[in-house]
């Protein structure tokens, strides 16, 4: 996985932005279809609140549906951009804060002021010092009863299965991958970051991390990324953490892009 130097390379000055990020809901049916099939369902119970902390928002995929569900929206991505971008997108949004970060601080976004974080489809990317780093800022940030959905690899969970697919020739990977023998690492997830370290983090953080959602991507058979939700020990939200292993998230997609396909036509 690559650092965080890397990252900021590729998505401030590689990475061609002319979709804007909806090409990465294609396989769901387009981002209405996502947001609305895949992430409104598992953040409903958080939403409407006061403020939404959203970390990493790229071009404003997700933050055009998040500012209609908060009285205030504070965007932070290290792609200056990116900012710059939804900035001018939201312009006629009132309720929306933008900051450039250095990729791992929140020191912009005042204590306890927090009431729901929010990152899907970025922070996998982000390595475990990254992700713990925002963590344990998480933790300060977050009011008493706040909440926090954080989508990350866990990749890490698979390494000698990681390890053998970087040993195969890289051009008949597709073929492996598809038929379940090797991982996919064009996805592009952190090798080290798992949903059991991720809850280990919480835990040091004072945190409760009370939901993890081990899911499957568009490609592959193994659950290469996780869903969590973490939230202040004590809050109204406080509970033991739950498990899921949904082998059936590609599924999903293929129903959502369908139906919503066909109410389209």
Same mark, same amino acid.
């Given at each position: 996985?690559?650092?965080?130097?890397?990252?900021?390379?590729? %998505?401030?000055?590689?990475?061609?932005?002319?979709?804007?990020?909806?090409?990465?809901?294609?396989?769901?049916?387009?981002?209405?279809?996502?947001?609305?099939?895949?992430?409104?369902?598992?953040?409903?119970?958080?939403?409407?609140?006061?403020?939404?902390?959203?970390?990493?928002?790229?071009?404003?995929?997700?933050?055009?549906?998040?500012?209609?569900?908060?009285? /205030?929206?504070?965007?932070?991505?290290?792609?200056?951009?990116?900012?710059?971008?939804? &900035?001018?997108?939201?312009?006629? !949004?009132?309720?929306?804060?933008?900051?450039?970060?250095?990729? +791992?601080?929140?020191? +912009?976004?005042?204590?306890?002021?927090?009431?729901?974080?929010?990152? =899907?489809? *970025?922070?996998?990317?982000?390595?475990?010092?990254?992700? &713990?780093?925002?963590?344990?800022?998480?933790? $300060?940030?977050?009011?008493?009863?706040?909440?926090? =959905?954080?989508?990350?690899?866990?990749?890490?969970?698979? $390494?000698? #299965?990681?390890?053998? @697919?970087?040993?195969?020739?890289?051009?008949?990977?597709?073929?492996?991958?598809?038929?379940?023998? #090797?991982?996919?690492?064009?996805?592009?997830?952190?090798?080290?970051?798992?949903?059991? #370290? =991720?809850?280990?983090?919480?835990?040091?953080?004072?945190? !409760?991390?009370? @939901?993890?959602?081990?899911?499957?991507?568009?490609?592959?058979?193994? #659950?290469?990324?996780?869903?969590?939700?973490?939230?202040?020990?004590?809050?109204? %939200?406080? !509970?033991?953490?739950?498990?899921? /292993?949904?082998?059936? =998230? $590609?599924?999903?997609?293929?129903? +959502?892009? *369908?139906?919503? *396909? !066909?109410?389209?036509?």
């Amino acid at each position: 996985m690559a650092d965080l130097e890397a990252n900021r390379r590729v %998505w401030t000055s590689d990475y061609d932005w002319s979709g804007e990020g909806d090409e990465w809901s294609r396989w769901w049916g387009g981002t209405d279809a996502m947001w609305f099939g895949a992430l409104l369902p598992r953040i409903h119970r958080f939403v409407p609140t006061g403020t939404i902390l959203e970390i990493a928002p790229g071009y404003g995929r997700w933050a055009q549906y998040l500012k209609d569900v908060c009285e /205030r929206l504070v965007l932070v991505d290290m792609a200056p951009n990116c900012i710059d971008h939804c &900035s001018r997108r939201f312009a006629d !949004a009132g309720n929306i804060e933008y900051h450039v970060n250095d990729g +791992m601080s929140l020191e +912009m976004v005042p204590d306890r002021s927090v009431d729901f974080a929010f990152s =899907f489809d *970025s922070l996998v990317h982000a390595s475990p010092a990254v992700v &713990s780093g925002y963590v344990e800022q998480l933790a $300060r940030k977050l009011t008493r009863d706040g909440a926090a =959905f954080v989508h990350h690899s866990n990749l890490g969970s698979y $390494r000698p #299965l990681v390890a053998l @697919t970087h040993r195969w020739p890289p051009r008949s990977r597709p073929a492996l991958v598809k038929l379940g023998l #090797l991982v996919d690492l064009a996805a592009w997830r952190d090798e080290q970051m798992s949903a059991r #370290l =991720f809850a280990a983090q919480c835990e040091r953080a004072g945190l !409760a991390c009370v @939901t993890q959602e081990r899911i499957t991507w568009h490609t592959g058979h193994y #659950l290469m990324d996780t869903l969590s939700v973490f939230t202040p020990k004590g809050s109204r %939200w406080d !509970a033991p953490r739950v498990a899921h /292993r949904n082998g059936g =998230f $590609r599924r999903e997609a293929r129903r +959502m892009a *369908s139906s919503y *396909s !066909a109410q389209r036509s």
